[in-house]
């Protein structure tokens, strides 16, 4: 009998564990239109001599697209209410009030519109959503295709494509959700499965961490006992998952750069267990810095990205 209760408080336990972790960490996602789509309709806006879609033009001037999005994050919903939808809009509206928050404060801008969109989605995934109304004589179809993608570093994966059954509705709101129903399950669950492998082997981010003119000090300078580059070195160790990606790094005497370093997705962030970013691992950095008498500060370009100037 004794045996027997142990087992069960441990399956309990077990069980507990595995809850906490699902109802802690489940992936949050977001709704777009894909590169192909806003090119297509002319929602596109040009930084630094870079093509990017305009969310904002796009949700702004083209109610069907906003409706299609709808759709597509509804029947994700459906078929898995575990995953957070992220609204597109909302997102839009948290970067419009940053814009204006940086410009009131003379801010500087390291990252362009699509990047701040994304930041202030904090979404881990992005579903792209690509499609077109073809015309046949009285009938009309819908050809799509919608892929995964990492909000972090922007790595396509899962894409589906298809084409929906003729019809002589012309709407392409209700076409495509009859033509993207019967890959949904298929689709989430490679959605899923690369999540979970965010879960196990981190989430890959960048670092960029340069001394400026004014530090006075240069990588090679010592921290207590090592250089300061070592320094760095042993931090992204230390907050990798077993180092993985910290070989992928470009350095000189001012500068540490960090390809794609994998973090631990969750972390103990002031106390508590929570999902983390490279924003927050850059904040560790810049404290154990501080606590040797350096300072620094960090610039987000997105999700995945950091900027660490290093003063």
């Known amino acids: 009998m004794k045996r027997i209760l142990t087992i069960a408080i441990a399956l309990l336990t077990i069980t507990g564990s595995v809850w906490a972790q699902k109802a802690m960490t489940p992936p949050h996602v977001m709704v777009v239109p894909d590169m192909i789509y806003c090119k297509a309709h002319g929602y ?115 894409p ?45 981010v960048a670092f960029d961490i340069k001394v400026t003119e004014s530090a006075g000090i240069s990588m090679n300078s010592k921290v207590g006992d090592i250089t300061l580059r070592e320094f760095i070195e042993d931090f992204m160790y230390d907050n990798s998952v077993e180092g993985n990606g910290t070989e992928r790094v470009k350095s000189g005497a001012t500068f540490v750069q960090y390809q794609g370093v994998y973090i631990p997705l969750i972390s103990t962030i002031r106390g508590r267990q929570r999902k983390q970013g490279a924003k927050d ?18 610039k987000v370009r997105g999700l995945g990205k950091v900027n660490i100037f290093i003063k």
């Open 160 to 204: 589906i494509e298809g084409m929906g059954a003729p019809s002589t509705s012309a709407n392409p709101v209700v076409l495509l959700r009859e033509a993207v129903y019967q890959n949904m399950d298929a689709f989430l669950a490679k959605v899923l499965q690369y999540y979970q492998g965010m879960v196990t082997k981190g989430r890959m």
């Open 44 to 158: 596109v806006s040009n930084q630094g001599g870079m093509e990017a879609p305009d969310y904002a033009k796009a949700m702004t001037e083209d109610p069907t697209l906003h409706s299609v999005l709808v759709q597509v994050a509804q029947l994700i919903s459906d078929r898995n209410p575990d995953i957070v939808i992220v609204d597109l809009l909302e997102a839009i509206k948290m970067t419009n009030e940053d814009a204006q928050m940086a410009l009131a404060n003379s801010g500087e801008q390291y990252e362009s519109m699509e990047e701040a969109i994304i930041r202030n989605s904090e979404a881990d995934i992005l579903i792209k959503i690509q499609y077109d109304l073809l015309k046949n004589g009285p009938q009309y179809q819908v050809s799509y295709t919608i892929t995964g993608t990492d909000a972090y570093t922007n790595r396509m994966f899962a």
């Open 281 to 298: 691992v850059a904040q560790k950095l810049i404290n154990e810095l501080g606590n040797k008498g350096i300072t620094a500060e960090f």
